[in-house]
């Protein structure tokens, strides 16, 4: 639409000017934001902007792989392109730690320290990036519900621990369906610019209790099924969130003439407009049956699947 596209071509010519000659790092989470933020800065400043991915070993399924075939080299987008694996360090650090909140800070102190780390490497720069968003704006003045309750971890919030002379936020004026069609008008990827919001944290706060390898492994080969099936039947773009969840519950079960003793999956649904309630959604019976069966064929380990009919309050959208 020509709203939006003069949006972008402005914002471009905009950031041009602000930016001149300098460096711009920009952290990128591969959620919806910073993606749209670090296309609009690429088509802006090309190669003078370096985007860092940390890969936290709690994303989802060939979510890693299709955030670097966006933007890495083989990409569209002129930029550098940095993408860290650290899932061996996030998963060391969180090895015996159960309670929600101390994963939670785990995870983002973590984030700090790799992201500074390569921010090191890279050296001073002029701006650093950030996909805020207008809403976000509005919710740090007025300190939004679920900051309040769970300790948030977004990508943004860095600052201190990096070396640079200004901030620069691209989508500071935008909403999010305003930033999705911008990201669209950049050449993004839909399944990039449609994405459902997905924590900072990942599936460390979809895994009840304490996470291990196994146990990601687990959530993200389950969360896939749930997704391919639910966009299969056409529910993807009337339902807010969805996604798999490990219980900390195992249980027994009957596999052939083995008993057995695994592990239950949660699936959830919501419908919902601003996240601060909601609604489970009304899932058919039968794609709950197909998930269902499915999970307990494809997942080693799980024997058991159940769906949360629970809404927001007095359950929160995710596990913890
Ligand atoms: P809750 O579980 O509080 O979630 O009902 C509300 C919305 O916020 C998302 N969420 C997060 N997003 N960092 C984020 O960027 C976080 O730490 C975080 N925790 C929850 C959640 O997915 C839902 O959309």
């Known amino acids: 639409d020509w709203k939006m596209g003069s949006f972008v071509e402005t914002s471009v010519k905009a950031l041009r000017e602000k930016i001149g000659n300098g460096k711009v790092l920009c952290a990128l989470s591969g959620g919806v934001d910073s993606s749209v933020a670090a296309a609009m800065l690429s088509k802006a400043v090309g190669k003078q902007l370096t985007c860092v991915f940390v890969d936290h070993g709690l994303l989802r399924k060939n979510e890693m792989e299709e955030v670097c075939e966006v933007f890495g080299p083989n990409g569209q987008f002129e930029l550098n392109f940095v993408c860290v694996n650290a899932r061996q360090r996030f998963y060391d650090k969180l090895a015996g730690v159960s309670e929600p909140e101390k994963k939670r800070k785990i995870i983002g102190e973590e984030f700090i320290r790799v992201f500074e ?17 207008y809403p976000d704006v509005v919710e740090s003045g007025l300190g939004g519900e679920s900051t309040v309750i769970k300790s948030h971890h977004n990508v943004g919030g860095l600052p201190d621990y990096v070396d640079f002379k200004e901030i620069v936020e691209p989508l500071r004026d935008l909403f999010k369906d305003e930033t999705r069609q911008a990201g669209r008008e950049l050449g993004l990827p839909e399944y990039l610019v449609s994405r459902q919001p997905f924590p900072g944290p990942g599936l460390a706060i979809r895994i009840i209790g304490e996470v291990t390898p196994d146990k990601v492994k687990m959530v993200q080969e389950a969360d896939a099924i749930w997704r391919e099936e639910i966009a299969k039947a056409g529910l993807d773009k009337s339902i807010s969130q969805y996604y798999a969840a490990l219980t900390n519950m195992r249980s027994v079960g009957v596999m052939g003439d083995e008993r057995t003793y695994d592990y239950a999956v949660a699936l959830r649904a919501v419908t919902t407009t601003d996240f601060m309630t909601a609604e489970a959604a009304e899932i058919p019976w039968s794609l709950l049956q197909t998930v269902t069966s499915r999970i307990v064929n494809e997942v080693q380990h799980v024997n058991r699947v159940l769906y949360d009919c629970t809404g927001k309050p007095p359950a929160t959208i995710e596990f913890e």
């Open 117 to 133: 780390e390569e921010a090191k490497k890279i050296g001073a720069v002029d701006f650093l990036a950030q996909g805020t968003i």
